[in-house]
């Protein structure tokens, strides 16, 4: 089997806007690590495939297209076995189109490109002989739903810590599953790992002054000191639509997990020594592994804003300043015109195997019962889920967050604009192509 790897640093300059929330933050100081993008190109017997981390709060659909176009084009792989994956840092740089208050940024976003483009050539052309083999262990400690059941009847995401009292009970159990994928050289050298993990990456609470890649990039930096710098490291989120790092019930710290504000690297570290207690027994395999891929579109039709939405914004807006950064934001979108916006999402469904791994690439936040349903119906014993790859529609929530109008399905082109009954042709249209590819 042949495997290439390599990387780009993507970090924007200092001044530019970090995008994760409402209200755009202007960088004032120099980064916390570097931003990466990491490539991996796969290539046994007359097949091949890529995947791409890039740590990237997100991105447009067609963004990803044109990227994927452009890598397609240059190595002759087919589109539909290249895939690309946000990280989801929420202290990434800005991309090509508005988040909420924060404008596009093209220059940033041309970085992002090139960086991406440029990565998965290098990994293409300089493959080498190599083996590869895949562990599974669980990691705890960090992520917690971040929905709860409340005293009132409600379904609130990230309610007040400081009144436990008003609170039931989270809604979902995490995926803890952390998903190892080791590659070696011919020599039996390690030359990379592939993480997935489920978590939000928005640990570092308010203090937003400088570009980071949050606790996928301190995992980076730990596995890194243990075996070198020369190492890759790419990450793939699960689905952590509805996960977050704070533990809303127990309120066992200041702010976040551990007791510290530096909580990504108190993740980092911590999932790294997860990581490297789940490779002492994963064996490489010598025998070039079957790579297949294939990809579908499920069509949900789109959520629009209400005259009722309408008639809050135009109220909002009377006096924007008076209030808060997700009213204005909500209030902005609002009063935009709709006029150009399809009534029907084409949504893709990606699936790939790579050895004993089964990846299903889906384009949104994803709720982790939609990814435990997904495993749970595949034939391979080895299901992971990346979210966020190939671009994004938002939330995909689950039925109960629909019914409750909880913050995840509040009606936005940014937030959450697909039907309802998204989750279930996603579920359906997964499992399809999954025991297609087990057959084949």
Not at 198 to 208: I, Y
Request: glycine fraction near 8%.
């Amino acid at each position: 089997m042949l495997i290439g790897f390599a990387e780009r640093d993507i970090t924007p300059a200092v001044g530019k806007l970090i995008p994760g929330g409402f209200d755009p933050k202007v960088t004032t100081e120099p980064a916390r690590g570097r931003l990466l993008t990491t490539a991996a190109a796969f290539t046994a017997g007359e097949e091949s495939l890529i995947l791409v981390s890039t740590d990237t709060l997100s991105m447009q659909v067609s963004f990803a297209d044109r990227i994927r176009q452009r890598i397609s084009k240059a190595t002759g792989v087919p589109v539909e076995h290249i895939l690309i994956g946000s990280t989801h840092t929420h202290t990434g740089g800005a991309p090509d189109y508005p988040i909420w208050l924060c404008p596009p940024d093209p220059e940033v976003a041309a970085l992002t490109e090139e960086g991406v483009v440029a990565a998965a050539l290098e990994a293409f052309e300089t493959r080498f002989e190599a083996k590869l083999g895949v562990g599974v262990g669980e990691e705890k400690r960090y992520s917690f739903c971040r929905d709860i059941y409340m005293k009132d009847g409600t379904i609130k995401m990230n309610p007040n810590r400081k009144k436990p009292e008003l609170m039931i009970r989270p809604v979902d159990t995490p995926d803890y599953a952390v998903n190892v994928m080791r590659v070696e050289d011919a020599e039996g050298n390690l030359r990379a790992f592939l993480v997935n993990y489920a978590n939000h990456p928005d640990c570092h609470a308010k203090n937003k002054k400088s570009f980071s890649a949050d606790f996928p990039g301190a995992l980076r930096r730990n596995l890194k000191r243990v075996h070198g710098e020369d190492l890759k490291v790419l990450f793939f989120n699960g689905t952590a639509g509805d996960i977050n790092c704070i533990d809303w019930m127990s309120n066992t710290s200041d702010s976040y997990y551990g007791g510290t504000r530096n909580a990504p690297e108190a993740i980092g570290l911590g999932l790294a020594s997860t990581v490297l207690q789940i490779d002492i027994d994963i064996q490489a395999d010598v025998t070039a592994p079957v790579i297949k891929g294939m990809t579908g579109v499920v069509q949900t039709a789109r959520r629009y804003k209400t005259e009722e939405d309408v008639a809050w914004a135009r109220e909002i807006a009377k006096d924007m300043a008076s209030h808060n950064v997700r009213d204005q934001a909500f209030a902005t979108e609002y009063l935009e015109s709709d006029d150009d916006v399809s009534p029907v999402i084409d949504f893709e469904v990606q699936t790939l195997r790579l050895g004993p791994w089964a990846i299903v690439g889906l384009p949104s936040e994803i709720f982790t019962d939609i990814g435990r349903r997904i495993k749970n119906g595949s034939p391979f014993e080895h299901t992971v889920i990346f979210e966020l790859s190939n671009g994004t529609h938002g939330y995909i929530a689950t039925d109960i967050i629909h019914k409750n109008k909880a913050y995840e399905t509040t009606v936005s082109k940014i937030n959450s604009c697909t039907a309802a009954n998204t989750a279930d042709l996603i579920v359906e249209e997964a499992l399809r192509q999954l025991w297609l590819l087990a057959k084949a």
